[in-house]
């Protein structure tokens, strides 16, 4: 009992420990540029119960990060006189001119999921490799800083994240225990997942795909009763699927609406469909036509809005090189550089007890593994690379196998404990130090291996510049009594309620003279704002050294008149 009690207070500490180096950074990180866009989109839900700025993202993540600023007086300004979203959600930061307060309870909105992801990462690592491996399943978890960067923007990335490792979890539940109460629960998680972010309906089939066929090839012996039991399934399965349904519609508010209206579509503008497989291209082209009712029409635009960026292919940076599409390993590099080395060899050790686990036919232990590899296989096929925050459940999954792999090193035969857990206690060590040392700025957070100048392996989709050096540069110049700036930065903020002197924004190709501040998204692919200029296009810098580097994203220049 008092064993029990120790660890949770162990637990409950490092959790708390999270959450108030997650909330220290919220006054010295600019807002990150997706910030206004789920801003106007959750406040939009909450005070009018529409769903039209941007629907490209399901409502739950922007829900939670709306309502903390709608409980505190902040609404929509008239929509007629703000063009987008950007706009809409930069008004409703600089409401009541409190830009900081506003961005900061936005972003207290995230924080319950990072609760509720330690909560859950203790609950099924402790089932199935005690309270040790638990206890530093949460540690490790909890001090990545890439977990920490996203608990602590207004982001839908950590929320989906959450609620895609929650479903996962009820999935094992359910094929441990096959009942109407645990598939009543798989349901719950599955709808909430798909309600975070459209990467649910990739990743989660993938990843039960793998963990149903596990328990399969672990159990094939008894395969006399594996019809039977699939028969007995199929009710459950229908009631998850059944909750997961209403769960979803239920998130936009169990609307109905008209194709032409809703969509803002209609036969003389209509959008060739190009990107969709020929029978759904000609269905989506009668639907509009015939002007259909159909269920949740914010929910279809967001999915025809994701098919369609996929298969675009956009652009991604990777290893000093831009290419539309990206690359297949895209995820698997990102991985191996933003997450601290001594995690990764902990989860390598957790992959080699997994196979050890897996030829005994156990089949439970080895679900976490599982479902992250098959996530990652099937992020291979996809065309659309902006960063690894699309991945985060990943982090969830392998904590649980890092810690399974501490465990292993812990519980080694006595001829080799000394060695294996003082090599434990050395990881442990490392992975708190390499998370301490990240402190302030866990967006721009790289280990060892992506060398000096990390912007040569990940500069966009927020692994490094997001935008959240502003704040600072802006307290950099005002110390300096600089009164004019020339600025290249990849923001979407109101740059006049940011701080900042009298500025002007660098144009392509223009060289100028005097202060000027470049971030390293603008430098190395030329986006600048809302803007994207020709690559190249500031390269004329390079002749100069910077004066000053502001945190890990922005340069400042003083070039006299020439």
């Known amino acids: 009992m008092h064993r029990k009690l120790w660890v949770i207070v162990a637990v409950a500490l490092l959790a708390l420990t999270a959450a108030v180096r997650v909330i220290l950074t919220y006054h010295d990180t600019a807002q990150a540029f997706d910030e206004p866009a789920h ?55 600089n409401h009541g001119d409190q830009y900081v307060r506003n961005l900061t309870l936005a972003r207290c ?19 199935n490799f005690g309270d040790l491996a638990a206890l530093m399943a949460v540690f490790l978890f909890s001090t990545l800083p890439t977990v920490l960067a996203f608990s602590g923007l207004a982001y839908t990335d950590f929320p989906a994240a959450c609620m895609q490792f929650t479903a996962i979890v009820a999935l094992a539940k359910w094929m441990e225990n096959p009942s109407r109460r645990t598939a009543a629960w798989l349901g719950v998680a599955l709808g909430l997942a798909v309600l975070t972010k459209f990467t649910t309906l990739l990743f989660l089939p993938a990843a039960a795909l ?31 699927a059944v909750i997961a349904v209403l769960i979803l519609w239920g998130g936009y508010r169990f609307s109905v609406g008209r194709i032409q209206e809703s969509m803002q579509l209609s036969p003389q503008a209509m959008p060739s469909f190009e990107h969709f497989p020929s029978p759904l291209r000609s269905i989506a082209q009668k639907a509009v036509l015939a002007n259909a009712a159909v269920p949740a029409p914010a929910l279809l635009q967001g999915l025809a809005e994701s098919w369609v960026l996929n298969k675009s292919a956009p652009p991604a940076y990777l290893l000093g090189t831009i290419k539309n599409g990206g690359w297949w390993y895209f995820f698997f590099v990102a991985l191996g550089v933003k997450l601290p080395l001594p995690f990764l060899i902990l989860v390598l050790f957790g992959l080699v007890a997994s196979v050890q686990v897996a030829l005994r036919r156990q089949w439970q232990p080895i679900l976490p593994a599982v479902a992250a590899l098959a996530i990652l296989a099937v992020t291979t096929q996809v065309n ?40 434990l206690f050395g990881l442990l060590l490392w992975q708190g130090v390499a ?11 790289f280990n060892q291996l992506a060398g000096h100048n990390p912007s040569q392996v990940l500069v966009a989709g927020c692994d490094l510049d997001c ?19 020339s600025l290249a930065v990849w923001s979407s903020a109101d740059l006049s309620g940011t701080g900042l002197p009298d500025f002007e924004i660098l144009q392509p190709f223009h060289p100028a003279t005097g202060w000027i501040a470049v971030s390293l998204r603008s430098e190395l692919l030329g986006d600048v704002l809302h803007k994207t200029y020709t690559q190249g296009a ?6 100069y050294r910077p004066a000053a580097q502001i945190g890990k994203t922005i340069r400042v220049y003083y070039i006299g008149e020439q």
């Not at 039977?228 to 009710?235: E, H, K, V």
């Not at 998370?435 to 957070?445: H, K, L, T």
């Open 39 to 93: 801003i106007a989109a959750g406040l939009e839900w909450i005070q009018q119960g529409t769903y039209r700025l941007d629907p490209l993202h399901p409502p739950l993540s922007r829900i939670a990060i709306g309502l903390p600023l709608y409980l505190s007086g902040a609404h929509l300004p008239d929509l007629a006189s703000h063009p987008d979203f950007w706009t809409v959600g930069n008004a409703i930061l």
């Open 109 to 127: 909105g995230i924080l319950p999921f990072l609760i509720l992801a330690i909560i859950l990462v203790f609950l099924w690592t402790r089932h």
């Open 435 to 445: 998370s301490f040392n990240a402190r302030g700025d866990y967006i721009a957070y």
């Open 384 to 423: 659309c690379y902006y960063g690894v925050r699309h991945i985060l459940v990943v982090f969830l999954l392998l904590a649980v196998v890092a810690a399974s792999g501490a465990a292993w090193l812990w519980n080694r035969e006595r001829r080799a404990r000394f060695f294996t857990r003082a090599l």
């Open 538 to 543: 500031l390269s004329w810098l390079d002749r």
């Open 210 to 240: 793998a963990m149903l066929l596990c328990k399969w090839l672990s159990e094939r012996g008894g395969n006399k009763s594996t019809g039977r039991s699939l028969t007995r399934s199929l009710p459950d399965l229908a009631l998850a």
């Open 467 to 485: 935008g959240q050096d502003l704040l600072r540069l802006s307290q950099w110049l005002r110390q300096r009594n600089i009164s004019h700036v």
